[in-house]
């Protein structure tokens, strides 16, 4: 990991020449935007000039004798005010090279300090229709959950369905009136959804099917066995076929614990709140109201009204005995504090739910939870034409429309190509390159923009797509196809064409990206990163002959072929995006 070894070199040097650094200032080494006077770059010298009120370029002097890297670069300069710029010398590249092929992290540090992270993501609603949210949730939550493990973090996956409601007072009206058993058979989400759509639109028209469906619920929350039964078979039916769709995209979750869990602890829990002074009783209800020990801008249980902040009070019981979802969400962290001692836990969750998340981690800490809660948000996505995303039949899409849909699109263009696959070698190429492309789609943006959905886009072999990126990995298989397995790598290596060196910088700095996805939870570094990748990839293919060099170029572009193919190989694993040998 180059950036970070020659950071700790630089701040060596501030030492051995005798440099105090002021505090909060720590001197820094970023990989260089502009090549042509290094691989990296350091302004240090020029920040600290200004502060000490001395010449930059003769800090940089200073500090260039004192830096000891030769081992690593081949040419240190100071230039223009006062950059310090360092240049990688080949064999510290090739050394990095051998590393990528033998490590079983191709050369990625893990984490000096392993954190237990629960990750809590995809959470869909059980019978309800599950929204584009729900998608861009599990491929978020599922890529930072194995960015995380890759680098060493205990991390847990939680599935916090929404299986307990009052969605289900309709739900289970309308099991009772109108469920038709065989289309529940065979497609149990899309029955339950669209049961629960008509009974919705019946209680709206009728206020007696309200109170119906009230009754029902009662009835459940208070334990009856009819009702709970229905409950749980509905409960039982999704999770069953939402497990198959995970099952395709190959996610996984360590527990489904969802909110229904913790109804036993809900009870307790706002005694507690009560005991300890953080909840008051207001107008019948429950509630958290603001304790005023941050800034009123700052403040979750306050809004602003003209020039007056009133309380916006989180409410936990409603005045009718009823508990609410930041109540099963204050539960959910004192089960995952104590149970599971974790250190951080992350929400991927749209940003129309932050103020929630902002009100139950504030009520949690000021019940002495020091566990760090991130909120990790993101946008919409939208249809083609820029409004909300709908299917050819013009529903909102669900998760499991989209990717039926990917797979099918794929499989078609697959039948196009016809190149000697057999029919189940071409549905898994299918399956791959589906929800591959779906998924790439999601984390090559910005997860805080709303972006298009475009079949033909995520589909397309040019661009920064799936398809692109398995394209390239399969090239890199193909040359050893061709090889027959009869090739062993060596230590034996030299960088000495441009094209080669522009390989072997792109590849070493997976170590450092792997690292940076997770400061601000964004796997669009990621999916940019292996883009650019396959992109140095194809320069290099294009520049240098493989298979016809010899000797040591040969076996120092074969290590690269194989390093570039377990790095796309890795990184594209860590996106969920599996890989195949041929397309
Ligand atoms: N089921 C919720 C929804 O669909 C998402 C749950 C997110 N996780 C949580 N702990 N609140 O909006």
Not at 287 to 294: I, L, R, T
Not at 439 to 444: D, F, M, R, T, V
Request: charged residues 25%; negative net charge.
């Amino acid at each position: 990991m180059f950036r970070a070894i020659l950071t700790s070199r630089l701040q060596a040097a501030f030492t051995t020449a005798g440099i105090d650094l002021p505090e909060g200032f720590t001197p820094g080494v970023v990989i260089a935007s502009d090549t042509r006077f290094g691989d990296y770059q350091s302004n240090a010298a020029m920040i600290l000039a200004k502060q000490l009120k001395t010449n930059p370029r003769a800090l940089a002097e200073q500090i260039k004798a004192a830096l000891q890297v030769e081992d690593l670069c081949e040419k240190i300069t100071v230039d223009g005010p006062g950059f310090l710029n360092l240049t990688l010398s080949p064999a510290a590249l090739a050394q990095r090279l051998s590393v990528i092929v033998k490590d079983d992290h191709v050369g990625v540090p893990q984490v000096e300090k392993a954190k237990t992270i629960a990750v809590d993501f995809s959470a869909p609603n059980i019978a309800k229709p599950m929204h584009v949210g729900h998608i861009r949730s599990t491929f978020i939550g599922d890529s930072l959950a194995r960015v995380a493990r890759f680098i060493g973090h205990k991390v847990i996956t939680d599935n916090h369905v929404g299986d307990w409601g009052t969605q289900f007072g309709m739900i289970i009206h309308g099991w009772k009136t109108q469920l038709d058993q065989s289309k529940l058979k065979a497609d149990p989400i899309h029955e339950l959804v669209s049961v629960y759509k008509a009974v919705n639109a019946a209680a709206k028209a009728d206020e007696a099917v309200l109170e119906i469906c009230k009754g029902e619920l009662v009835k459940l929350q208070q334990g009856d066995a009819e009702n709970l039964g229905i409950w749980k078979e509905c409960v039982r039916l999704t999770l069953e076929q939402l497990e198959k769709v995970y099952g395709a995209l190959d996610i996984k979750f360590d527990h489904y614990l969802g909110e229904s869990f913790y109804n036993d602890a809900l009870a307790p829990l706002v005694a507690e709140m009560l005991n300890q002074g953080i909840a008051t009783i207001s107008e019948g209800a429950t509630v958290v109201f603001s304790d005023g020990s941050v800034k009123p801008e700052n403040d979750p249980f306050l809004i602003r009204d003209k020039d007056e902040w009133k309380p916006a009070p989180c409410i936990i019981r409603k005045g009718d005995g009823g508990y609410l979802y930041a109540t099963t969400d204050l539960a959910t962290i004192d089960y995952r504090v104590k149970e599971w001692q974790a250190d951080e836990i992350w929400y991927v969750v749209g940003a129309p739910q932050q103020l929630h998340f902002r009100q139950v981690f504030a009520a949690a800490q000021r019940r002495g939870i020091t566990t760090k809660m991130i909120h990790i948000a993101f946008g919409s996505i939208l249809g083609p034409d820029g409004k909300m995303f709908k299917t050819r039949s013009g529903e909102t899409v669900g998760l499991l429309e989209v990717i039926d849909e990917a797979i099918e699109r794929a499989r078609t263009a697959a039948d196009e190509k016809e190149q000697g696959l057999s029919d189940t070698e071409k549905d898994e190429i299918a399956r791959i390159i589906g929800g591959g492309s779906v998924k790439y789609a999601e984390l090559s943006q910005n997860r805080l923009t709303d972006y298009k959905f475009s079949w033909d886009k995520m589909l397309s072999l040019q661009g920064n797509t799936a398809p692109y990126l398995l394209n390239a990995y399969v090239r890199t298989r193909s040359i050893f196809r061709k090889l027959d397995g009869e090739v062993t790598l060596t230590d034996d290596l030299a960088i000495t064409e441009p094209a080669e060196r522009a390989l072997a910088m792109k590849l070493s700095q997976f170590a450092e990206n792997a690292h940076d996805i997770l400061d601000d939870h964004r796997p669009n570094l990621l999916a940019n990163y292996l883009y650019e990748l396959a992109d140095t990839y194809h320069s290099f293919y294009e520049a240098c002959h493989v298979l016809r060099s010899e000797g040591t170029a040969r076996n120092t572009r074969l290590t690269l072929c194989e390093a570039t193919s377990r790095i796309l190989k890795t990184g594209l694993g860590l996106l969920g995006i599996q890989t195949t040998e041929r397309m």
